[in-house]
């Protein structure tokens, strides 16, 4: 490139989308294993559709490049992913192995990272958490397995010569910070709009590329997955005291009267 | 007692010690004798006796990171000081921004689990068994450690009781942060910080919330005349955090902030899982919805099947007759 040219450049994304039970048909907890029945059609966590959008947005702003998926879930799933690729993301590593049945969230960082390895990215996204774990820790646990920096919760992220510049939500309200790439970020829920994937979407997705791998593939050994790699266990499953129902009042036009009352009662008022 | 020695992640802002970092300090010197605050940040000496004041003994401080991001920093400082020997039986952390990146760091570091999303705990032995809600709360999940490694446990906000022991100030030390390479390469350039008046979400006794049923975003001045009426902190569903009414800072709720006032309004918020395990821990809660059948009605000790447009506007005509 002559000196002096914009530098248009390209970036890689590489967006981590977790395929999960439906949200609204909970699964349940196996007896004997302790861990979640994953038994039903997954679906792409809500929350990845955002990784998804902002990483396509990122590309198209940088002028080119591609984005991809890392997804690791059970029986060869791709429901989620095919939704993500429908997005326009342009191929996917999908890890599924009767191995990984168990893992934990460092584990699951384990594979992940060795899956985005392979694709050398100039950028990592992920959500903050997850729907159905929701540890919240897999991000920072890639971002250290592949020794890059990372700036959790962004609510908004852009690119400038080769820094993210991203505003990190915090306790208070938000900083801003600037990581240079090649970087990880996680972004929270509503940091852009994610598209509804177009009919031409859906179609392009069934023939995209999509690379199954398993453990082994990876070369992780699989005693340090999976359910014997984790370290923890499950000693107890119990009902959570459930909170009681009061009563239940149909306004007539003067609910806001029982309201003062039972603030009164409660020496609110 | 307990444990050998327990180290608290602790978290500040300009000189005040955060609620989450006192409430883990009060169920960590239950645990041991022995309880360090770790401190990413140069005003150890300034919260040193508030600590120690509510169970710490010692508090291990990384000095400023010049805007060098905590998590990457505080993790790297630990692990070093673990490989030379003087780690801890557990480390205790905040569900917080920088908890988890500490724990998630940390935890590849020295290639141990984190428990997570933590509720309750307790010994067995000497190892620490935590309790964890799932499928929004209905059950919980009791998770032990199986290695021998320092046992990493983020805590969920509200958990325990904030109490001070009355302990003396916590002795102030140096935690050293290592090269952190590439790894450190993030830095914050300016922090913004949110107008707030009135009480803080988290820490008032009445919260009073809107949800999508509230219609639009202007109608959300209903929630925040009615708080001021009350003296309450406004919160806010997801929903309408993302429709962009109000700041994040306002979301209760799973991915928002746990409230256990003495009494939760909720306006117009149907009650779905992730909102109510934000909020089911308040004393008494009060919810407003014009469906009947609304989840949120199923843990409201008062329940009004009623519209939001009516019933709010009302009430606060009422209190302010009241003056
Ligand atoms: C109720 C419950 C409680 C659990 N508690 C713990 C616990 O305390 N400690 C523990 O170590 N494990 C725990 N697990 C297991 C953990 O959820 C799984 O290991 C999971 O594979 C990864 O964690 P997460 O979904 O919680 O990740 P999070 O850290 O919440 O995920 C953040 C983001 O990382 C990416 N990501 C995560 N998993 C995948 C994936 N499989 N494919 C692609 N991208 C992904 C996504 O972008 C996701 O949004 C729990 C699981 C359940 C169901
Ligand atoms: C991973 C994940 C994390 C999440 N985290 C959170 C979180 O932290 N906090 C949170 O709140 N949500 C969270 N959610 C979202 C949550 O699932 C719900 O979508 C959200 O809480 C719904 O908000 P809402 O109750 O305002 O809206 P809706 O569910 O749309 O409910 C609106 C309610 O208003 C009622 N209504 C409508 N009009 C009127 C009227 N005129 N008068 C009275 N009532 C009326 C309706 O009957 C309805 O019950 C999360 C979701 C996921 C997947």
Known sequence: MPEGAPDLGTMNVVVCVKQIPDPADPGALDPTTKTLKRD?????DESDSYGVEMALQLVAAAGGGEVSLVSMAPNNEVSGIRTALAMGAASAILVSD???????????????????????????????????GYTGTVPAQIAEILGLPSVTFAKSVA???????????????????????????????????????????????????????????????????????GGQEIVDIVAAPARQAGEKFEDDGTAHERIIAFLENLKIL | ???????????????????ITLE?????????????????GGDAPAIAATLGAHGATSVLATGDLGGGLLGVAVASALAAVIAAGDGPAAILLGTTQ????????????????????????ELAGDKIVGTEPVFGGV??????????????????????????????????????????????????????VEEATGPKLDEAAVVVSGGRGLGESGNYALIETLAKLLKAAPGASRAIVDAGWVPYSYQVGQTGKVVKPSVYLAAGISGATQHLVGMKGSKNIIAINKDGEAPIFGVADLGIVGDVHKVLPKLIEALQARG
């Open chain 1, 40 to 44: 039903g059609k997954l679906i792409l």
């Open chain 1, 98 to 132: 009767p191995a990984l049945k168990g893992t934990d969230a460092l584990g699951t960082a384990k594979v992940l990272a060795a899956a985005i390895a392979r694709k050398s990215p100039d950028l990592v996204i992920a959500a903050t958490e997850s729907s159905d």
């Open chain 1, 159 to 229: 690119i400038e010569g080769g820094v993210a510049k991203v505003q990190r939500q915090t306790e208070a309200g938000y900083d801003e910070v600037e990581c240079p790439l090649p970087a990880l970020v996680s972004v929270t829920a509503g940091v852009v709009e994610p598209r509804y994937p177009s009919f031409k979407g859906i179609m392009a997705a069934k023939s995209k590329p999509v690379d199954m791998l398993t453990v082994a593939d990876l070369g992780i050994d699989a005693g340090r997955v999976g359910w014997a790699g």
């Open chain 2, 1 to 19: 007692m307990g444990l050998s020695k327990v180290w608290v992640f602790g978290e500040a802002a300009d000189g005040k010690v955060a609620t």
């Open chain 2, 24 to 40: 883990i300090l009060a169920k960590a010197r239950e645990l041991s004798d022995d309880v360090t605050v770790i401190y990413g």
């Open chain 2, 98 to 121: 920088d908890g988890r990146d500490v724990a998630g760091r940390l935890s590849v570091k020295i290639d141990a689990p984190v428990i997570t999303n933590v509720v309750d705990l």
């Open chain 2, 139 to 192: 059950t919980n999940v009791k998770t032990t450690f199986t290695t021998d490694k320092p046992q990493i446990v983020l805590v969920r906000p509200k958990s325990f009781a904030a109490e001070p022991s009355g302990g003396a100030p916590a002795a102030v030390g140096v935690l050293a942060v290592p090269d952190l390479g590439a790894t450190g390469g993030a830095k914050v350039t300016s922090r913004f």
